[in-house]
T-cell receptor, first 110, second 115 residues
Framework: GDSVTQMEGPVTLSEEAFLTINCTYTATGYPSLFWYVQYPGEGLQLLLK?????DKGSNKGFEATYRKETTSFHLEKGSVQVSDSAVYFC?????????FGAGTRLTVKP | EAQVTQNPRYLITVTGKKLTVTCSQN?????MSWYRQDPGLGLRQIYY???????DKGDVPEGYKVSRKEKRNFPLILESPSPNQTSLYFCASSPGLAGGPYEQFFGPGTRLTVL
């Protein structure tokens, strides 16, 4: 079945550092891909998404490109802020099937 | 305000005592789902519903029941809770699949402890 694998955390960075969180997937068809963010004590909220190969999702300075050839959807940000500290989940959706990665906790220090 | 609400937010109970966690959305979404979040395992789907009176099992349905009598509500029922159901639970909703792979909107979570 479909699955999502993302890099394990925790990840600790200094403010203004470059961020990459790796995400790879396996799927039988052509899923849509998502990054969700979870701030402390809250539910998940959509950060960005891509629905087909080579699409780039972007939001709040974060970007991820749907790479079908490498089955990847890595999350990047050029300069992180303390307010970006959260848990990030990579996810895919194929029809009714929704799969999440284990989550990566990011801490950004001033 | 468009939102998904869950109640209660926190619950401590004992083994075998039936409980219900409510979930309600005000966005007229067809699709609703329940997940549990455990450390190192991410979110795992318990049950989902495509519309009123249509429900189906997710990856970890054992020990849980759901019902969808109204479009806005999707309660999660634990008939006889056990300690291995101690977890953080999330309800989510999205528009139906027709027209696009829509993202899900999540509730704030219910932290359940079963002693």
């Amino acid at each position: 079945g479909d699955s999502v694998t993302q890099m394990e955390g925790p990840v600790t960075l200094s403010e203004e550092a470059f961020l990459t969180i790796n995400c790879t997937y396996t799927a039988t068809g052509y899923p849509s891909l998502f990054w969700y963010v979870q701030y402390p004590g809250e539910g998940l909220q959509l950060l960005l998404k891509a629905t087909k190969a080579d699409d780039k999702g972007s939001n709040k300075g974060f970007e991820a490109t749907y790479r079908k050839e490498t089955t990847s959807f890595h999350l990047e940000k050029g300069s992180v802020q303390v307010s970006d500290s959260a848990v990030y989940f990579c996810a895919l959706r194929e029809g009714n099937d929704m799969r999440f990665g284990a989550g990566t906790r990011l801490t950004v220090k001033p | 305000e468009a939102q998904v609400t869950q109640n209660p937010r926190y619950l401590i109970t004992v083994t075998g005592k039936k409980l219900t966690v409510t979930c309600s959305q005000n966005m007229n979404h067809e699709y609703m789902s329940w997940y549990r979040q455990d450390p190192g395992l991410g979110l795992r789907q318990i049950y989902y519903s495509m519309n009123v009176e249509v429900t189906d099992k997710g990856d970890v349905p054992e020990g849980y029941k759901v019902s969808r009598k109204e479009k806005r509500n999707f309660p999660l029922i634990l008939e006889s809770p056990s300690p291995n159901q101690t977890s953080l639970y999330f309800c989510a909703s999205s528009p139906g699949l027709a027209g696009g792979p829509y993202e899900q909107f999540f509730g704030p979570g219910t932290r359940l402890t079963v002693l």
